[in-house]
C-alpha cells in the first residue's frame, strides 16, 4: 500500500511539473502569431481567433500578430500563409486554437517542425493544451495530427463513396445539369429539347449544307419547341446581297439563328463560343446519345 501510494504521489509531482513547466513558457510570450484557418470561405473565423485572444490576454503575450487563411491543411502547400512564417519569423509563439488547425497531415508535420526549430519558433494549441516547448507537448502534437489526419482521411472515403454509389446509381452529383440533360428526382435524365439543339449544332457546324436543308432542320427544331407559325421562316443565306445556294455554317451564324427564333440556352442568348462548347461535348458524348 505504501508503495502504490508513493507512485501516486509521484505521478502527482509529474503532472504539477507538466503544468508548471507549460505555465512558465506561456508567461512570458513576446511576440504571439495567432494562426486561424478554415476550409471553405462560408466558415468563421470568429470563434478561433476570440478563443486565442483570450488566450494572450490571460498569459499577458506581448505583440500580436493575427494570420487568417482559407484553405484544406492536408497538404502545407495548400497553406501559403502559415509556410511563410514557418520559414521567415523567428522567436516567436504561433498560437493556435487546436492542432488541427495547423495542420491535418503528419509527414508534413515533421516538415513543419524542423523548420519551427531552426527558427525558434514554438506553438501552443489551446484546446489540446499542446506547448512545444516540452517532450510531453511534441509527444502529444504528433499523436493530435495522426489522429487529425484518420478524421480526414476517413471523411474523405465517405465522400468517394457517396460520390461512387451516386455515379451507379445514376444520381446527379451536381444541382444542376449540363445542357443536354435535366435533374428530375436527383437523377440525371435526358431532355430531349436540348439533345434537340445538340443534335441541330452538330449535323449543321462547320458544314457545307443548302439553305433548304438547313431551314428544313431548323422547322423540326422549331416544332420540338412548339414555336407559333409565324416563326417558320425560310433561312435565307446572303454574301454581298448575293442570295447563295450553299454556305459553311460557323459557331457565328448558328449562333444568331437560334437567338433570332427564340431558342435560347436556358433563358440566356448563345454565343459562339457556346455553340463550339457543345460541339466539342458532342464528340465524346454522341456514343450514349439518345435523340428523338
Not at 198 to 212: E, Q
Request: net charge positive.
Amino acid at each position: 500500500m505504501m508503495s502504490l501510494k508513493r507512485q501516486r504521489e509521484e505521478d502527482q509531482m509529474e503532472d504539477n511539473s507538466l503544468v508548471k513547466k507549460h505555465k512558465q513558457s506561456t508567461s512570458d510570450i513576446r511576440y504571439a502569431i495567432i494562426y486561424c484557418r478554415i476550409s471553405t470561405k462560408e466558415q468563421s473565423f470568429e470563434s478561433q481567433r476570440e478563443a486565442c485572444l483570450e488566450f494572450c490576454r490571460q498569459n499577458d503575450c506581448g505583440l500580436i500578430e493575427i494570420i487568417q487563411e482559407a484553405c484544406s491543411a492536408r497538404k502545407s502547400k495548400s497553406q501559403p500563409l502559415l509556410m511563410e512564417i514557418l520559414k521567415n519569423r523567428k522567436n516567436a509563439t504561433i498560437i493556435v486554437n487546436s492542432v488541427d488547425r495547423f495542420s491535418r497531415n503528419l509527414q508534413d508535420c515533421f516538415i513543419m517542425l524542423e523548420l519551427m526549430k531552426k527558427n525558434s519558433l514554438n506553438l501552443i494549441s489551446i484546446t489540446d493544451q499542446i506547448d512545444l516547448n516540452t517532450a510531453y507537448g511534441q509527444y502529444h502534437f504528433r499523436s493530435r495530427v495522426s489522429h487529425a489526419q484518420l478524421e480526414s482521411d476517413m471523411i474523405s472515403e465517405r465522400v468517394k463513396r457517396t460520390i461512387n454509389f451516386k455515379k451507379a446509381n445514376g444520381y446527379s452529383l451536381s444541382s444542376r445539369a449540363r445542357y443536354g440533360y435535366k435533374i428530375v428526382e436527383r437523377k440525371k435524365v435526358i431532355d430531349h429539347d436540348e439533345q434537340g439543339v445538340i443534335h441541330f449544332i452538330n449535323k449543321f457546324l462547320y458544314k457545307d449544307t443548302s439553305s433548304r436543308e438547313f431551314t428544313e432542320n431548323l422547322y423540326t427544331l422549331l416544332n420540338k419547341y412548339n414555336k407559333p407559325q409565324h416563326f417558320y421562316v425560310r433561312v435565307v443565306f446572303e454574301e454581298d446581297n448575293i442570295e447563295l445556294e450553299h454556305l459553311v455554317i460557323t459557331p457565328r451564324l448558328i449562333a444568331d439563328i437560334l437567338n433570332e427564333y427564340e431558342i435560347h440556352k436556358r433563358n440566356k442568348y448563345w454565343t459562339p463560343a457556346d455553340i463550339y462548347q457543345i460541339k466539342n461535348r458532342l464528340e465524346g458524348d454522341i456514343g450514349c446519345m439518345l435523340i428523338e
